[in-house]
C-alpha cells in the first residue's frame, strides 16, 4: 500500500506539471491514474486531491460540468 501511496503522490505532482506546461490531456491522465490507486487503498484525502486536480483541468479547458462533478 505504501508503494501505490508513493506512486499516486509521484503522478500527482507529475500531473501538476503536465497541467502547468499546458498538456492537459497528459495531466488528465496522470490524475485518473493517481485517483485509481487511491481508491485501491481507500485513501479518501489523496482521492479528494486527485479529484481537485482533475477538477482544475477541467475548469481550464471549459469544461465546467466536469469540474463540478469532480468538486463535488
Given amino acids: 500500500a505504501a508503494d501505490w501511496l508513493a506512486q499516486a503522490d509521484a503522478l ?6 503536465h497541467f502547468s ?5 497528459t495531466a488528465i491522465a496522470c490524475h485518473e491514474k493517481q485517483l485509481e ?5 481507500q485513501d479518501e484525502g489523496r ?13 481550464a479547458m471549459g469544461r465546467t460540468k466536469v469540474a463540478r462533478e469532480r468538486y463535488e
Avoid at 500527482?12 to 506539471?17: E, H, N, P, R, V
Avoid at 506546461?21 to 490531456?25: C, E, I, L, R, S
Avoid at 482521492?47 to 475548469?59: D, E, I, N
Fill in 47 to 59: 482521492q479528494m486531491m486527485a479529484l481537485g486536480s482533475l477538477a482544475h483541468v477541467a475548469v
Fill in 37 to 41: 490507486l487511491c481508491l485501491r487503498v
Fill in 12 to 17: 500527482g505532482d507529475l500531473g501538476i506539471a
Fill in 21 to 25: 506546461m499546458g498538456a492537459f490531456t
